[in-house]
Every structure is written in structure tokens, then in C-alpha cells.
């Protein structure tokens, strides 16, 4: 007789860290799966619980989209600091490959095929980004010039994730990243 298979220890109750861990992994799954492909199911797992408790703490996919969309969305992080290093700073998490966070533009860009996902994105990209950008701007069309902030940033991302361009040397990249970084920081100088 083969004797059961040992199983862990049952996981602590801890509804705060619970929460951060079905986030985490929603973070991840939606910004690198799209919302279309990401599941309820392998979220659940990727955070290690049931697939119950997601629907306890967020109730469906596309609230868990929106809870994670603004986990992600952290203007202040990119608004702190000197006003001229504001462009290396947006150009830096642009093109971070490390994946120590997903990136907001990321989900937000892949959503756009569902039109539920897709007016939550809309919604929090205005209230969350494009309008304390626009105060943080303040001047001259500040507002325009937070747009085209998001234009330049998703254009960037778009040919990153959905349009790869082959062949990239390390200086083309390179290039690149301080080409995106000066046209991000000149709507931030413009008076």
C-alpha cells in the first residue's frame, strides 16, 4: 500500500495578503496575457488559492481587471522628482525588460479587444493618469500635452508588444529609449 502523498500545510488566513496575492498575479496575467486570455482560473492559481476566492474578493474578471489596472497605475511614482528627468524616468519603465512590475500600459493596451475591459481602461487612464498629469503639467495646454505623453508611451508600447520590430541591435534600442525620453520630456518643457 502506497502511503498518501504529502500535502502542504493549509495556508494561513490572511484576507490582506490574500488580496495583494490575487492582484499581483492579475497584474501579471493581465499584462502579459491581454484580459481576453488571462483566466480566472490560472490567476487563482498563479496566487496559490482557489479559484472561489477571487470571485469573493473581486466578484468578476473584469472587476479584478479594474482593481489591478489601478494597483498598476502609479502616476505619483513618475510625477515625484525633478520635473526635468521626468522624460528618462517614463522612458525607463517603458522599457524595463525585467518584469519586476507589470506594466500598466501594458494591460491597458491589451484590453483594448473587450468592450467591457476596455471602457474601464479608458475611464481610469482619464481619471488616474491623463488628469493628474495634465495638473502636474499645468501651463500652456497641459492637457494636450498629457495626451500626447500617453500617445508617445503607448505608440512606443504598441510596437513593443503587439508590432515587435525584428532585429534590434542593443544600440538601436538604446537610440531609441534616449529618443523616446527626450520627445516624452519635451512636452514636459513646453510652456
Not at 92 to 113: E, F, I, K, R, V
Request: hydrophobic letters at 45%.
Amino acid at each position: 500500500m502506497m502511503p498518501d502523498p504529502v500535502q502542504p500545510p493549509p495556508r494561513p488566513r490572511n484576507a490582506d495578503l490574500t488580496r495583494e496575492d490575487i492582484l499581483r498575479a492579475a497584474c501579471h496575467a493581465f499584462a502579459v496575457h491581454g484580459y481576453a486570455q488571462a483566466t480566472v482560473r490560472q490567476i487563482a492559481s498563479d496566487a496559490g488559492i482557489n479559484v472561489a476566492l477571487v470571485v469573493r474578493y473581486f466578484g468578476s474578471k473584469e472587476c479584478l481587471f479594474e482593481a489591478a489596472l489601478l494597483k498598476s497605475l502609479d502616476i505619483d511614482r513618475l510625477i515625484a522628482g525633478e520635473r526635468n528627468a521626468f522624460g528618462d524616468r517614463l522612458a525607463h519603465l517603458l522599457t524595463d525588460a525585467s518584469g519586476d512590475s507589470p506594466n500598466p500600459l501594458a494591460m491597458m493596451l491589451l484590453a483594448m479587444s473587450d468592450a467591457a475591459a476596455r471602457a474601464v481602461t479608458l475611464e481610469r487612464l482619464t481619471t488616474h493618469v491623463t488628469e493628474p498629469l495634465a495638473r502636474w503639467l499645468c501651463g500652456r495646454n497641459a492637457r494636450e500635452r498629457a495626451v500626447r505623453i500617453m500617445m508617445l508611451s503607448s505608440g512606443y508600447l504598441t510596437y513593443q508588444l503587439l508590432l515587435p520590430v525584428a532585429d534590434r541591435s542593443a544600440t538601436d534600442v538604446s537610440a531609441t529609449r534616449e529618443w523616446l525620453a527626450q520627445a516624452l520630456q519635451d512636452q514636459v518643457d513646453c510652456r
